[in-house]
T-cell receptor
Framework: AQSVSQHNHHVILSEAASLELGCNYSYGGTVNLFWYVQYPGQHLQLLLKYFSGDPLVKGIKGFEAEFIKSKFSFNLRKPSVQWSDTAEYFCAVNEGDYKLSFGAGTTVTVRA | NAGVMQNPRHLVRRRGQEARLRCSPMKGHSHVYWYRQLPEEGLKFMVYLQKENIIDESGMPKERFSAEFPKEGPSILRIQQVVRGDSAAYFC?????????????FGPGTRLTVL
């Protein structure tokens, strides 16, 4: 089974700071990769996804992620965060099927 | 455009009682997935259902847990004789087709607390 590791449990930033959240997975074959976000009191929403092609993926709200196959990584980045980016972020992986394996999540708190 | 609906949002049960969690997929979606998030862990796949069929229940505990997705009505995740270790957030997701590459749309989750 897939194992997904998110390096940081809780990140605290000031507005306009840059954000990078780490994600590593264990499977060596073909994978689909996702970042989901859960704003306080809301549903999990898809931020971005990678299936194939350009390893630099652009998502919603100014987020991007880079797939580095050799490092089994799919790190999420945003150059300048806003207070509204306060949320919990989940990295997820599937092996081309329907079973998503999630990391434990990173809580991001942005201070105004 | 209603998203995936789950109810109740919070459920408190005493040990030994039954818990029933409901999930209504998005309109037009015929595939439903249930995930469980234990404290301090990521979501874990439990079961994948299509209308009237369980396709994959490899993530379901062998005892006390069952799921259904009838022809009419919501999908139900049923936990019999709950124990404290069942306390978790249970998320439902749906997709229009087999979600290998397609997005799964998640509901808000049901937070089950077992006293």
């Amino acid at each position: 089974a897939q194992s997904v590791s998110q390096h940081n449990h809780h990140v605290i930033l000031s507005e306009a700071a840059s954000l990078e959240l780490g994600c590593n997975y264990s499977y060596g074959g073909t994978v689909n990769l996702f970042w989901y976000v859960q704003y306080p009191g809301q549903h999990l929403q898809l931020l971005l996804k990678y299936f194939s092609g350009d390893p630099l993926v652009k998502g919603i709200k100014g987020f991007e992620a880079e797939f580095i196959k050799s490092k089994f990584s799919f790190n999420l980045r945003k150059p300048s965060v806003q207070w509204s980016d306060t949320a919990e972020y989940f990295c997820a992986v599937n092996e081309g099927d329907y079973k998503l394996s999630f990391g434990a999540g990173t809580t991001v708190t942005v201070r105004a | 455009n209603a998203g995936v609906m789950q109810n109740p949002r919070h459920l408190v049960r005493r040990r030994g009682q039954e818990a029933r969690l409901r999930c209504s997929p998005m309109k037009g979606h015929s595939h439903v997935y249930w995930y469980r998030q234990l404290p301090e862990e990521g979501l874990k796949f439990m079961v994948y259902l299509q209308k009237e069929n369980i396709i994959d229940e490899s993530g379901m505990p062998k005892e006390r847990f069952s799921a259904e997705f009838p022809k009419e009505g919501p999908s139900i995740l049923r936990i019999q004789q709950v124990v404290r270790g069942d306390s978790a957030a249970y998320f439902c997701a749906s997709s229009p087709g087999l979600a290998g590459g397609n997005e799964q749309f998640f509901g808000p989750g049901t937070r089950l607390t077992v006293l």
